[in-house]
């Protein structure tokens, strides 16, 4: 099994990046019905108004090849593209489990 734990850091105000947040986390949120290599995901909005990073999602896949086939399905393609404009940074670690 591997987690594919990834965080984003967003642009805007802080309520533009709540509303961008927002969107994305119900997007990523729909994908286990329509992405089949995809077993569970988590997504947090960061309530911590003193730390940088605005959202954190956990997929659990069975494969490395499935991190790859869930990047790539047009499902998960199309949630990224709500961000792709206000995306300032991500950072990413997949770990096999």
């Given at each position: 099994?591997?987690?594919?734990?990834?965080?984003?850091?967003l642009?805007?105000?802080?309520?533009?990046?709540?509303?961008?947040?927002?969107?994305?986390?119900?997007?990523?949120?729909?994908?286990?019905?329509?992405?089949?290599?995809?077993?569970?995901?988590?997504v947090?909005?960061?309530?911590?108004?003193?730390?940088?990073?605005?959202l954190?999602?956990?997929?659990?896949?069975?494969?490395?090849?499935?991190?790859a086939?869930?990047?790539?399905?047009p499902?998960?393609?199309?949630?990224?593209?709500?961000?792709?404009?206000?995306?300032?940074?991500?950072?990413?670690?997949?770990?096999?489990?």
């Amino acid at each position: 099994m591997v987690k594919h734990i990834v965080t984003f850091k967003l642009k805007g105000t802080p309520e533009e990046r709540l509303r961008y947040a927002g969107d994305f986390r119900d997007a990523l949120m729909a994908l286990p019905e329509e992405v089949p290599v995809l077993r569970a995901i988590e997504v947090g909005i960061n309530a911590n108004p003193d730390e940088d990073w605005d959202l954190v999602l956990t997929a659990t896949v069975d494969t490395m090849a499935d991190v790859a086939a869930y990047a790539s399905h047009p499902a998960h393609v199309a949630a990224a593209a709500i961000i792709a404009d206000v995306k300032h940074s991500r950072a990413c670690v997949d770990y096999e489990v």
